[in-house]
């Protein structure tokens, strides 16, 4: 059985909390084999308080805590990056890059 993203909202300070640790490993404890969370955007403050922020380290911890409550119970996760910004448009690789990317004008 396969989980499509889905925002659940739960998020506290841009980061997922224990809400999303606990629903993500109670999908995978009832059958879930391949399970995806909710768009993680890569720029703070997109104007979507529900959404996760990947922007620095800081979530590492929580998705390590994430990805073994699902391994526990058999199946796999992943975390689709959210590709655009507040005004709508779509972000460029340069816009969020670890270091300077040239424009492909």
């Known amino acids: 059985?396969?989980?499509?993203?889905?925002?659940?909202?739960?998020?506290?300070?841009?980061?997922?909390?224990?809400?999303?640790?606990h629903y993500q490993a109670?999908?995978?404890?009832g059958g879930v084999g391949w399970q995806f969370m909710g768009a993680t955007t890569v720029?703070?403050?997109?104007?979507?308080?529900?959404?996760r922020a990947n922007v620095d380290d800081t979530i590492v911890p929580i998705y390590r805590r994430i990805a073994a409550a699902v391994h526990a119970h058999g199946?796999?996760?992943?975390?689709?990056?959210?590709?655009?910004?507040?005004?709508?448009?779509?972000q460029?690789?340069?816009d969020t890059a670890?270091?300077?990317?040239?424009d492909r004008q």
């Open 43 to 51: 720029v703070r403050n997109q104007g979507y308080p529900w959404l």
């Open 92 to 94: 460029r690789a340069r």
């Open 1 to 21: 059985m396969v989980s499509t993203p889905h925002a659940t909202g739960y998020v506290t300070g841009s980061l997922p909390d224990d809400r999303e640790v």
């Open 26 to 29: 109670e999908k995978a404890k």
């Open 75 to 90: 199946g796999v996760i992943g975390a689709p990056t959210h590709p655009r910004r507040r005004d709508g448009r779509r």
């Open 98 to 102: 670890p270091r300077t990317l040239p």
